[in-house]
């Protein structure tokens, strides 16, 4: 069965520098996307960062990057030069395939970032 | 453009009683689903929906009804409130159209409370 795993509750990472947040995941479709889902104090669900099963390159969004280890399962985000307003919850989500439309989310890291 | 509208934003409860949670999005999307978020838990699938007509059980479907009558509309209704249902629930909805890449657009969420 699918199943993602996010196994840092909590992190803190110092302004200006970077930081990752763990995900893994398992699946035995080999057709599937991995999404990054932030969630600040206010609540909303704001979405961060996709990458595909396919992709050969790790994608990137601005000081977002996706570190993808596809033999490892693994999908880790990466925050560059960490700002006091990236702190929040971070969710890691996977899609099987084409059609499924099945979208299952991990436990969360909650970042705080230290001024 | 609107997105994903959810309503009420905070709603308090009496066991047993019954209420709906409106979702509506105006992308034309296929897809919709509804999630609950409970601390430590992420978020967990309740009810989907592919399309009018159709609706499928997720992860935790007890207790939740859902319908699908129109592509715009997927409420959630609650027969009979518990305790249990205490969470925040949010609706979201996502096209096939660009492959694995459509991530899920939110909802700004709704708070429940059954005392």
């Known amino acids: 069965a699918q199943k993602i795993t996010q196994t840092q509750p909590g992190m803190f990472v110092q302004e200006k520098e970077a930081v990752t947040l763990d995900c893994t995941y398992d699946?035995?479709?080999?057709?599937?996307?991995l999404f990054w889902y932030k969630q600040p104090s206010s609540g909303e669900m704001i979405f961060l960062i996709y990458?595909?099963?396919?992709?050969?390159q790790n994608a990137t969004e601005g000081r977002y990057s996706l570190n993808f280890q596809k033999a490892r399962k693994s999908a880790n985000l990466v925050i560059s030069a960490s700002q006091l307003g990236d702190s929040a919850m971070y969710f890691c989500?996977?899609?099987?395939?084409?059609?499924?439309?099945?979208?299952?989310f991990g436990t969360g890291t909650r970042l705080k970032v230290l001024a | 453009n609107a997105g994903v509208t959810q309503t009420p934003k905070f709603q308090v409860l009496k066991t047993g009683q019954s209420m709906t949670l409106q979702c509506a999005q105006d992308m034309n999307h296929e897809y919709m689903s509804w999630y609950r978020q409970d601390p430590g838990m992420g978020l967990r699938l309740i009810h989907y929906?592919?399309?009018?007509?159709?609706?499928d059980q997720g992860e935790v479907p007890n207790g939740y009804n859902v319908s699908r009558s129109t592509t715009e509309d997927f409420p959630l209704r609650l027969l009979s409130a518990a305790p249990s249902q205490t969470s925040v629930y949010f609706c979201a909805s996502s096209t096939d159209q660009g492959g694995d890449n459509s991530p899920l657009h939110f909802g700004n969420g709704t708070r429940l409370t059954v005392t």
């Open positions: 929906s592919v399309g009018a007509g159709i609706t």
């Open positions: 989500a996977m899609r099987e395939g084409k059609g499924t439309y099945k979208y299952i």
């Open positions: 699946t035995s479709d080999p057709s599937y996307g």
């Open positions: 990458q595909g099963s396919y992709d050969q």
